[in-house]
């Protein structure tokens, strides 16, 4: 089951097929495991790994670090539920030590994101500060290098 | 010039890898399954471990057994893995990889015309090895049938009263084979009666699959003091540009190999022993992550090869699939050599590997998937176009 997550996790466009050979499955018990995997709701989607970079148009991606005021019965759920609502953002987690939540936003300029914290965010009842942290280049995305390792270098027969 | 070189040297014949790598070579856009290493690079933390050892000026010899630190931590290493247990000071010695750990072993043992036996098809050096050390090597051919594991009776029809040592490769290059307990039990027995010298290169044991253990010959009763454990880091770390091997044995043995590895090498390079301390004490991820890869790819090839029509057998270690290529009327040696030129892909004939290695290919599965899913569609046309 871990295995079969892993190379799903790094290419979910795998054919059925080769998944199997790759496992030593039978195709009906590959996707009787994949199906149950969905089921459960362990598998919650499938997605491309994009590298916004090679884009022509601009993208402009935030770390937003937010301390909030915890509310009498719902704690951090409720307004972090609410604050995850917003299509700008792209990932929200509750976090320990300095501050509460880290809020990952997309936008296509730094005035489109500065307006979100400003106008939508820091005006949220709940929320005490934030502070705000543009992505400069990608190095790694889950997973995916997107710096180039060293190339093979082997000789072509050895024993 | 010729007759200068020493006869025993001369008389040694050319390594038919060497003949096919030269072949290889000329061509352009090869797919290579004839490569020995990994393709892995080696993990960053044990890189960055070598290159902290150059930060601190650390450039010097070692010890000529190495360093104490690192011999501390093969002891380690081998008494968590393997279950025995040697003396870090005394009964370890570091080596540039394990061909040189070999090669020390046979020179400190045999006598001239002390006879070597081994199990065929093996590693290219077995042989000339025991050569160079004044031995005559003895092959005990290994069968399909038997899941290529070396049977006690094939072992004991061989031996002669100038038997001294026998060299095991398990998990073996080039076919994948592992030998599990019963059958090593058989061989150990052999040994025992006949009073042999065991030289057990377990270079690929990390790489042993299907969640079976590993299980070295020293373990069983009555075999650690007449055996020489052979393991190293190129492999199950991918380290081979390191060269960093070593060799286990009881005290006798290790000193006498230590005179002559202290006047040919003085010592191993002492980075790269920084640097399998690192991999030793901390690479147990890494080499599970590179493990299971290969895993998948075994699980690929094999299922390949079966179904167009070139049975092998699935094999529980290293990183070697052993395909019978009988089928195509084909020679080892011109089936090898017209899948090159036909469809660019290089496998390695079995000869290369001694001579009870005709009529099978040796395929590597230490290269990227997407590289062995494009060599496995070129054989399949190759094959179809044969029959």
């Given at each position: 089951?871990?295995?079969?997550?892993?190379?799903?996790?790094?290419?979910?466009?795998?054919?059925?097929e080769?998944?199997?050979?790759?496992?030593?499955?039978?195709?009906?018990?590959?996707?009787?495991?994949?199906?149950?995997?969905?089921?459960?709701?362990?598998?919650?989607?499938?997605?491309?790994?994009?590298?916004?970079?090679?884009?022509?148009?601009?993208?402009?991606?935030?770390?937003?670090?937010?301390?909030?005021?915890?509310?009498r019965?719902?704690?951090?759920?409720?307004?972090?539920?609410?604050?995850?609502?917003?299509?700008?953002?792209?990932?929200?987690?509750?976090?320990?030590?300095?501050?509460?939540?880290?809020?990952?936003?997309?936008?296509?300029?730094?005035r489109?994101?500065?307006?979100?914290?400003?106008?939508?965010?820091?005006?949220?009842?709940?929320?005490?500060?934030?502070a705000?942290?543009?992505?400069l280049?990608?190095?790694?995305?889950?997973?995916?290098?997107?710096?180039?390792?060293?190339?093979?270098?082997?000789?072509?027969?050895?024993? | 010039?010729?007759?200068?070189?020493a006869?025993?040297?001369?008389?040694?014949?050319?390594?038919?890898?060497?003949?096919?790598?030269?072949?290889?070579?000329?061509?352009?856009?090869?797919?290579?399954?004839?490569?020995?290493?990994?393709?892995?690079?080696?993990?960053?933390?044990?890189?960055?471990?070598?290159?902290?050892?150059?930060?601190?000026?650390?450039?010097?010899?070692t010890?000529?057994?190495?360093?104490?630190?690192?011999?501390?931590?093969?002891?380690?290493?081998?008494?968590?893995?393997?279950?025995?247990?040697?003396?870090?000071?005394?009964?370890v010695?570091?080596?540039?990889?394990?061909?040189?750990?070999?090669?020390?072993?046979?020179?400190?043992?045999?006598?001239?015309?002390?006879?070597?036996?081994?199990?065929e098809p093996?590693?290219?050096?077995?042989?000339?090895?025991?050569?160079?050390?004044?031995?005559?090597?003895?092959?005990?051919?290994?069968?399909?049938?038997?899941?290529?594991?070396?049977?006690a009776?094939?072992?004991?029809?061989?031996?002669?009263?100038r038997?001294?040592?026998?060299?095991?490769?398990?998990?073996?290059?080039?076919?994948?084979a592992?030998?599990?307990?019963?059958?090593?039990?058989?061989?150990?027995?052999?040994?025992?009666?006949?009073?042999?010298?065991?030289?057990?290169?377990?270079?690929?044991?990390?790489?042993?699959?299907?969640?079976?253990?590993?299980v070295?010959i020293?373990?069983?009763?009555?075999?650690?003091?007449?055996?020489?454990?052979?393991?190293?880091?190129?492999?199950?770390?991918?380290?081979?540009?390191?060269?960093?091997?070593?060799?286990?044995?009881?005290?006798?043995?290790?000193?006498?190999?230590?005179k002559?590895?202290?006047?040919?090498?003085?010592?191993?390079?002492?980075?790269?022993?920084?640097?399998?301390?690192?991999?030793?004490?901390h690479?147990?991820?890494?080499?599970?992550?590179?493990?299971?890869?290969?895993?998948?790819?075994?699980?690929?090839?094999?299922?390949?090869?079966?179904?167009?029509?070139?049975?092998?057998?699935?094999?529980?270690?290293?990183?070697?699939?052993?395909?019978?290529?009988?089928?195509?009327?084909?020679?080892?040696?011109?089936?090898?050599?017209?899948?090159?030129?036909e469809?660019?892909?290089?496998?390695?004939?079995?000869?290369?590997?001694?001579?009870?290695?005709?009529?099978?290919?040796?395929?590597?599965?230490?290269?990227?998937?997407?590289?062995?899913?494009?060599?496995?569609?070129?054989?399949?046309?190759?094959?179809?176009?044969?029959?």
């Amino acid at each position: 089951m871990e295995t079969l997550l892993r190379l799903l996790q790094q290419d979910c466009t795998t054919p059925r097929e080769e998944l199997a050979q790759l496992l030593n499955l039978s195709p009906d018990e590959l996707h009787t495991q994949i199906a149950t995997l969905e089921k459960e709701g362990v598998i919650r989607g499938y997605q491309a790994i994009v590298d916004k970079e090679r884009l022509d148009r601009n993208t402009v991606t935030a770390l937003i670090e937010v301390r909030i005021t915890p509310e009498r019965g719902g704690g951090f759920d409720r307004i972090a539920e609410r604050i995850a609502k917003f299509d700008q953002v792209a990932s929200c987690y509750l976090m320990s030590g300095g501050y509460d939540l880290m809020v990952v936003v997309e936008g296509g300029s730094l005035r489109e994101v500065a307006s979100f914290v400003t106008e939508k965010l820091s005006t949220l009842e709940s929320v005490i500060s934030t502070a705000t942290h543009f992505r400069l280049k990608a190095y790694k995305v889950n997973g995916a290098l997107l710096v180039s390792d060293t190339p093979d270098e082997r000789l072509p027969v050895s024993p | 010039m010729e007759d200068k070189i020493a006869t025993h040297v001369r008389d040694i014949p050319r390594s038919g890898i060497r003949d096919f790598f030269e072949v290889v070579q000329t061509m352009r856009d090869v797919i290579s399954l004839g490569i020995g290493e990994p393709d892995f690079t080696t993990p960053w933390h044990i890189r960055e471990a070598a290159l902290f050892s150059l930060e601190k000026g650390r450039t010097g010899y070692t010890s000529n057994l190495g360093l104490p630190r690192l011999r501390e931590s093969i002891a380690a290493y081998v008494a968590r893995n393997f279950h025995i247990t040697y003396d870090a000071p005394t009964e370890v010695l570091v080596s540039v990889g394990v061909s040189e750990a070999l090669d020390v072993a046979l020179r400190a043992l045999l006598n001239p015309g002390d006879e070597v036996l081994y199990h065929e098809p093996c590693y290219v050096s077995y042989s000339p090895s025991a050569i160079l050390a004044h031995g005559v090597p003895v092959a005990v051919p290994v069968h399909e049938k038997d899941h290529f594991q070396l049977r006690a009776e094939d072992l004991e029809k061989r031996i002669t009263p100038r038997s001294k040592v026998l060299l095991l490769n398990f998990p073996t290059n080039p076919t994948g084979a592992t030998m599990p307990r019963e059958a090593l039990e058989q061989i150990a027995d052999v040994c025992r009666r006949h009073d042999l010298i065991v030289l057990s290169d377990e270079i690929y044991a990390e790489l042993t699959y299907d969640g079976a253990d590993h299980v070295s010959i020293a373990t069983l009763p009555g075999m650690r003091e007449r055996t020489v454990f052979f393991h190293g880091v190129s492999k199950a770390w991918a380290m081979t540009g390191f060269r960093i091997g070593y060799a286990c044995a009881p005290r006798v043995l290790i000193e006498a190999m230590m005179k002559i590895h202290q006047y040919a090498i003085l010592c191993a390079p002492t980075t790269s022993q920084d640097a399998a301390i690192e991999a030793l004490d901390h690479g147990e991820a890494a080499m599970r992550h590179m493990r299971d890869e290969y895993g998948l790819r075994r699980n690929y090839i094999t299922a390949a090869l079966n179904a167009m029509g070139l049975p092998c057998p699935l094999p529980r270690g290293a990183f070697y699939v052993f395909p019978d290529i009988r089928s195509t009327g084909l020679s080892s040696r011109e089936f090898s050599l017209r899948l090159l030129q036909e469809k660019k892909v290089a496998v390695v004939p079995g000869p290369a590997f001694g001579a009870c290695g005709e009529g099978f290919v040796r395929c590597s599965y230490a290269t990227g998937l997407d590289q062995i899913k494009i060599a496995m569609q070129r054989m399949k046309e190759f094959v179809e176009e044969m029959r």
